[in-house]
DNA sequence: GGCCAGGCTAGCA
DNA sequence: TGCTAGCATGGC
């Protein structure tokens, strides 16, 4: 058994990080005795961790023991995805004075982006996602990850583990339409699974690109708009200052804060987005956030 | 029952 | 170059 605590930098909130994952992330992490847990992959190899909050740190648990280099790989991934090293101080200077975002900012005050565990699983997510509601969008998601994914015992219980390219590859469409995947987006989830296993797209090579570079390299890939390429940018890789001005969610939570019968323009929405720079993805984020925890009306 | 979902493509003008 | 029907189904 290997027992680590990572410790964040700046303001941070587990209990309202986890909330979202809990709520939204259904398919990737369980609730068991007040902890997190989920898989993960150190190199090829998949192992379950738990994970809870100390009062002042992440606590993370697994089953088995780890070579020191795992162990560094694991710290790494877990920072990395958990933000842990995103301290949120200049984030709160920038919107305090903030009249309309200035209170939902400081109701959700810690709160931090989860990454996807890897670009790869962000992408794949994010496609299935597009113009689906959300609780249909983590339907698919799951059906997915069943049918192509590998199984781990954990204290007696199966986890799954989100599915390898090679593993999405290996699908038929007809297999995702069974799935009730429509043809286009089955097309688009297995084409672009094949195009990494054949090394045509090298999402690793992503990381060491500019915002502005990786949506043009991504944007000739059939399936992946210009909405889809920020959803990875944000929640596959971290990158800070991303503005789906596009995004409808982005649009009904504005017209929410400001209270307008219609819905902001996207060159509207980008322009308030110019005030949040360079923190817009943490803009975006609690926008979200507050979107999917204020009720809906008018 | 109808319209909208944290879009995108292909086909048409 | 710009516009829009169609997608497959759940949720409200």
Redo the contacts with the bound molecule.
């Keep these: 058994m290997t027992r680590l605590e990572l410790a964040p930098t700046g303001i941070y909130s587990f209990e309202e990080t986890s909330r979202r994952l809990t709520q939204?992330e259904k398919s990737a992490y369980q609730e068991r005795d007040g902890r997190l847990v989920r898989t993960l992959c150190i190199g090829a190899k998949p192992i379950a961790v738990e994970l809870w909050w100390t009062g002042n740190a992440l606590a993370v648990e697994i089953g088995e023991d780890l070579s020191p280099i795992e162990m560094e790989e694991l710290t790494k991934i877990l920072r990395r995805m958990f933000s842990l090293d995103v301290d949120l101080t200049p984030f709160y200077h920038r919107i305090d004075g903030d009249p309309d975002l200035g209170q939902l900012v400081r109701e959700r005050r810690g709160l931090h982006v989860v990454l996807d565990a890897s670009p790869y699983e962000c992408l794949i997510k994010t496609?299935v996602?597009?113009?689906?509601?959300?609780?249909?969008a983590g339907?698919l998601i799951r059906r997915l990850i069943e049918i192509s994914g590998e199984r781990l015992s954990h204290r007696g219980e199966e986890l799954l583990v989100f599915p390898t390219p090679a593993q999405i590859a290996k699908l038929s469409y007809e297999d995702l339409?069974q799935l009730?995947?429509?043809?286009?987006?089955a097309e688009?989830v297995i084409d672009l699974s094949r195009n990494v296993v054949d090394g045509s797209l090298d999402l690793g090579k992503l990381e060491s690109l500019s915002d502005d570079e990786i949506v043009k390299k991504m944007l000739p890939?059939?399936?992946?708009?210009?909405?889809?390429?920020e959803?990875l940018l944000?929640?596959g890789m971290g990158r800070p200052d991303l503005f789906p001005a596009?995004?409808?969610?982005?649009r009904?939570a504005l017209r929410k804060v400001y209270g307008t019968v219609e819905?902001p323009s996207e060159e509207e929405v980008r322009r308030l987005g110019e005030a949040w720079s360079p923190w817009r993805s943490y803009a975006v984020f609690y926008l979200?956030d507050y979107?999917?925890t204020t009720k809906?009306s008018s």
């Design positions: 939204f496609i996602s597009q113009q689906l509601n959300l609780s249909f339907t339409q009730q995947f429509n043809r286009r987006k688009y890939l059939r399936g992946v708009g210009r909405w889809t390429i959803c944000l929640f596009a995004d409808i969610g982005l009904n819905q979200w979107l999917s809906k």
